[in-house]
T-cell receptor, first 117, second 111 residues
């Protein structure tokens, strides 16, 4: 079974600085997708970024980027120029590749990110 | 588009009561999911559906039932509520792409 591990329950960063959240996963599959979701106090799950395992290039979305190390099964999220609105729980998630879209997401336990003004 | 909507937002149940959590999506997605999120944890899959009339169990299905009579609706039924079912429940849907779109969640407390 696939597992996702987030070893940092809490992180904090000064506003405008850069922070990296860690995630490791375990799978025997070769085709899969990895995601970072943000959950602010409103509880809404918001997709931040996703990475296809077959792509060697790391995904980026504005201030958010990932460091995807497939051999090490590591998928960290870097947030640059941190803003107060980035404060939230961040979940790493894994999904087996499928052409049918019915594969479940397996989530880590989350990292609570605090932004210090 | 409203996306994925869930009702109610909050609910308190007594042990042994039953209720249905409603989920509706207007994106014409075939795939729908129910997750639960316990305090300090990630989401775990309860049930999912790949289309109208087709449902299957996820990781933690015990104590729940689902049905999918239409593409839009995927209600989750709790029979004989127990304190262990106190959680936040999320409904999600996806199309042929890989992104799952989540509803705002229902906070359920069983006392």
């Amino acid at each position: 079974a696939q597992t996702v591990t987030q070893s940092q329950p809490e992180m904090s960063v000064q506003e405008a600085e850069t922070v990296t959240l860690s995630c490791t996963y375990d799978t025997s599959e070769s085709d899969y997708y990895l995601f970072w979701y943000k959950q602010p106090p409103s509880r809404q799950m918001i997709l931040v970024i996703r990475q296809e395992a077959y792509k060697q290039q790391n995904a980026t979305e504005n201030r958010f980027s990932v460091n995807f190390q497939k051999a090490a099964k590591s998928f960290s999220l870097k947030i640059s120029d941190s803003q107060l609105g980035d404060a939230a729980m961040y979940f790493c998630a894994y999904r087996r590749g499928s052409n049918f879209g019915n594969e479940k997401l397996t989530f880590g336990t989350g990292t609570r990110l605090t932004i210090i003004p | 588009n409203a996306g994925v909507t869930q009702t109610p937002k909050f609910r308190i149940l007594k042990i042994g009561q039953s209720m249905t959590l409603q989920c509706t999506q207007d994106m014409n997605h075939n795939y729908m999911y129910w997750y639960r999120q316990d305090p300090g944890m990630g989401l775990k899959l309860i049930y999912y559906s790949v289309g109208a009339g087709i449902t299957d169990k996820g990781e933690v299905p015990n104590g729940y039932n689902v049905s999918r009579s239409t593409t839009e609706d995927f209600p989750l039924r709790l029979e004989l509520a127990a304190p262990s079912q106190t959680s936040v429940y999320f409904c999600a849907s996806s199309g042929r792409g890989n992104e799952q779109f989540f509803g705002p969640g229902t906070r359920l407390t069983v006392l």
